[in-house]
């Protein structure tokens, strides 16, 4: 998502637009994005500073789905997989990625067609989930990474997991809570429990500062579900901790980057 002060007006507006026009039917969502125009991308192409907008282009141009991003060799047996926001524009994953990309796990980015309800997202990241499991028999646990409506995703494929291997899902700055669009046109009625052996964490941003849910009432990001709930700081190396800073927050406070 943007970080400007319209942002929360995008992401209503944007669920709205889920409403109105029908968002829920595959394909036709500004999400969506054409195949030809993925290239191969590595941890090491993205950048921060002045560079960052020019990395999320790049991530957001990937095509729909799973994409490993690290060149590990050998390629560790454990993976994280980011799962970006509604209207995301990428730049706010150039620096948690790279930061997470230390050499000991594999580092995925997954991504998708906002336009869609959260429940055919999700089946697509259990899909994803799943072949690579069957695929890369070496991998003995996998972390999903999520922001924003990426957690609302996230949230409700842990609630069905029953992969091979221990599944834990970070959920950041996520409106769990649900706003009236997603329940008037996808059903969505919140969060609910992830399945047994399944570790989920919530951290969750200061409404009042967060540029995207702070406007909407009350917050959404309050559910009561079984794990560690974390709230976020008012600042991050002299920012405002707001909607997109979060994810750099976590992943610090995790030990992928510098600490907060």
């Not at 039917?25 to 960052?52: F, H, I, K, M, N």
């Not at 729909?64 to 209207?87: C, F, K, M, N, Q």
Request: with cysteine.
């Amino acid at each position: 998502m943007l970080v400007r002060r319209s942002v929360g007006a995008v992401l209503r507006i944007g669920l709205v637009a889920l409403v109105v026009a029908g968002g829920c039917e595959r394909g036709g969502g500004s999400g969506t994005v054409s195949a030809a125009a993925a290239e191969p991308l590595t941890l090491e192409q993205l950048e921060g500073g002045d560079a960052a907008k020019a990395s999320g282009e790049r991530l957001m141009a990937l095509a729909p789905g799973l994409h490993r991003l690290d060149t590990t060799t050998p390629a560790p047996t454990s993976a994280v997989i980011g799962v970006h926001g509604y209207e995301s524009k990428g730049y706010e994953w150039a620096y948690p990625l790279r930061a997470t990309g230390d050499g000991s796990t594999r580092v995925y980015f997954y991504r998708y067609d906002w336009a869609q309800c959260p429940a055919e997202v999700a089946k697509g990241l259990g899909e994803a989930v799943e072949r690579l499991l069957e695929e890369e028999v070496e991998l003995n646990s996998v972390r999903i990474l999520s922001h924003s409506y990426g957690g609302v995703v996230a949230t409700m494929l842990a609630s069905s997991y029953a992969g091979r291997v221990p599944l834990t899902v970070d959920v950041v700055a996520s409106p769990l809570a649900g706003v009236r669009e997603m329940e008037a046109r996808c059903g969505y009625g919140g969060a609910v429990a992830p399945a047994e052996g399944v570790e989920l964490r919530q951290w969750r941003t200061i409404h009042a500062l967060d540029n995207a849910l702070g406007g909407i009432e009350p917050d959404p990001q309050v559910v009561e579900l079984p794990g560690e709930v974390t709230r976020l700081p008012e600042t991050y190396q002299g920012h405002r901790l707001g909607h997109n800073w979060s994810i750099s927050w976590v992943v610090d406070e995790l030990g992928g980057g510098a600490k907060p």
